[in-house]
């Protein structure tokens, strides 16, 4: 079992910075395989930072140059910083990791945090 706590979600105006975090815990063999998705009011849940499988960051045209994706495997947290915010980052954003067995691949999430932003 993977257990995942993010936090740091508020509202904030446009153009203000935040940074969310998320706490990662349980059977996990590396960090790399936590992303971070959203899920804007009547959007699906979209993908918005992962580490590729050479372990480098990547990102949707809809946040690339604004948005970073980091880790710190001491502490076992993947962080999201948000700069430059603009309404349409208004979503519930959440932490994932998969975990891949022989029998595929298994989806965690988290409870999510929510950001607004306000024009």
């Known amino acids: 079992q993977v257990q995942l706590v993010e936090s740091g979600g508020k509202l904030v105006h446009a153009g203000d910075s935040l940074r969310l975090s998320c706490a990662v815990s349980g059977s996990i063999v590396s960090l790399s395989a936590t992303s971070w998705y959203r899920q804007g009011p009547g959007n699906q849940r979209e993908l918005v930072a992962k580490f590729t499988s050479r372990d480098m960051p990547d990102y949707p045209d809809s946040v690339k140059g604004r948005f970073t994706i980091s880790r710190d495997g001491y502490k076992n947290m993947v962080y999201l910083e948000m700069n430059n915010l603009k309404p349409e980052d208004k979503a519930v954003y959440y932490c994932?990791?998969?975990?891949?067995?022989?029998?595929?691949?298994?989806?965690?999430w988290g409870q999510g945090t929510r950001v607004t932003v306000s024009s």
């Open positions: 994932n990791h998969a975990r891949y067995s022989l029998s595929g691949r298994t989806d965690y």
